[in-house]
Structure formats: C-alpha cells, structure tokens
Antibody, heavy 115, light 107 residues
Framework: EVQLVESGGGLVQPGGSLRLSCAAS????????IHWVRQAPGKGPVSVSR????????SYADSVKGRFTISRDNAKNTLYLQMNSLRADDTAVYYC????????WGQGTLVTVSS | DIQMTQSPSSLSASVGDRVTITCRAS??????LAWFQQKPGKAPTSLIY???SLQSGVPSKFSGSGSGTDFTLTISSLQPEDFATYYC?????????FGQGTRLEIK
C-alpha cells in the first residue's frame, strides 16, 4: 500500500524555522516527482514545492521562494521541507503528494505561525 | 498558472440524489485532471485521476468525464458519507492548481 506520513509541524513564532518530513512506503520512492502542498484554514490547497527523482530539479511557489528548501533522502525514503523566516500566512496544514496511478496524499502536518 | 474554476461553490442534495460538479480550466490540460473529497479536519482522499479513471478502492458511484478545458464529477445515489467538499486539481503543468471547492450539503 502506498503511504505518505508527514511529521514535524507545530507552533512556531514569526521569523522562526521548522523542518517537515514525509516518510514514504509502498512504492519506489526514488522515482518521479514528489510535491508539498499546503492548505490554510478554510481555504483550498495550494502548491508549495516539488522535487524530481534524483533531487536535481526543484520548483517553488513565489510566496516561499528564498525561504523554503525542499530536499529528499532516497536512502531513507523521506522528503523534507526546511521552512525558514516563517510568517503568519504560512499557517496551514502541509501535505506531501505523489502521483502513482492516481494521487496519494499524506495525512498532513499542521504548522501554526503565531506569537 | 492555470486557473481552475469549479461550479457550483455549494450544493444541497438529498440522500439518493445524483449530483454533478463541473470544473473548467483556463487553458487546455488534456486529461490531466483529478478529483478529490475532503471531510472537515481530514486529509483529502483521491477519487478520480486522468479525468475519468477511478482511484483504487473508490466506489463506482463516482465517475468523471471531460478533456481539454471542461470536466465533470458525477456522484450517483448519494449516501450520508458523501456529504463533503470536493475539489478538482490539474496536473498538466506546474504549479498544481486546484478549484475553489464545492461543498455538498444535505438538504
């Protein structure tokens, strides 16, 4: 069974940092693109970032460019999102997504940026 | 970015009804369209991919159609567990973009 499990969310003050993790199982993690998407309270999902299979290509939403860094460790079947200089409008549930014969979503991890 | 426009934004229906939700892309996305369901406080669950392919384990009461810019999700014989918010998502080009959602409520 394809599974994605996010962790690392929490409460952080504005300007702070967090690193999210997405542990993958049930498929060949080292193949294909994998995505981070976030959903602010009461809103629809929005793309945040993506990375290709070997980590040589990345994309970021304009709103996080220069603050967030996506990375992956194929030996550990894990995707990461390093989030720096966090702002109140980064508050959201963060999901990792993978397309394998349809889209698989993780259960999400909540990031709250507040003083 | 490709804009995805869903209609209606909310819909009231009764148990046993058949409903249709539409999604329009701002440009041709071929068949790179997915639908997913979300219940309050829960992660999204995928229903349809490639516009009309049913995700594994999803009941056949859910069906999708369309290509290019116009797509539909149809849910037949509504049951209480189907009342939720539904989103479309295009993946023809990055960034992934999503419709604003359709909230399906019990009449």
């Amino acid at each position: 069974e394809v599974q994605l499990v996010e962790s690392g969310g929490g409460l952080v003050q504005p300007g702070g940092s967090l690193r999210l993790s997405c542990a993958a199982s049930g498929f060949t993690f080292s193949s294909g693109w994998i995505h981070w998407v976030r959903q602010a309270p009461g809103k629809g999902p929005v793309s945040v970032s993506r990375m290709n299979s070997d980590g040589t290509s990345t994309s970021y939403a304009d709103s996080v460019k220069g603050r967030f860094t996506i990375s992956r460790d194929n030996a550990k079947n894990t995707l990461y999102l390093q989030m720096n200089s966090l702002r109140a409008d980064d508050t959201a549930v963060y999901y990792c997504l993978k397309y394998i014969g349809g889209w698989t979503w993780g259960q999400g991890t909540l990031v709250t940026v507040s003083s | 970015d490709i804009q995805m426009t869903q209609s209606p934004s909310s819909l009231s229906a009764s148990v046993g009804d058949r409903v249709t939700i539409t999604c329009r892309a701002s440009q041709d996305i071929s068949s790179s369209l997915a639908w997913f369901q979300q219940k309050p406080g829960k992660a999204p669950t995928s229903l349809i991919y490639a516009a009309s392919s049913l995700q594994s384990g999803v009941p056949s009461k859910f069906s999708g159609s369309g290509s290019g810019t116009d797509f539909t999700l149809t849910i037949s014989s509504l049951q209480p567990e189907d009342f939720a918010t539904y989103y479309c998502q295009q993946y023809n080009s990055y960034p992934l973009t999503f419709g604003q959602g359709t909230r399906l409520e019990i009449k």
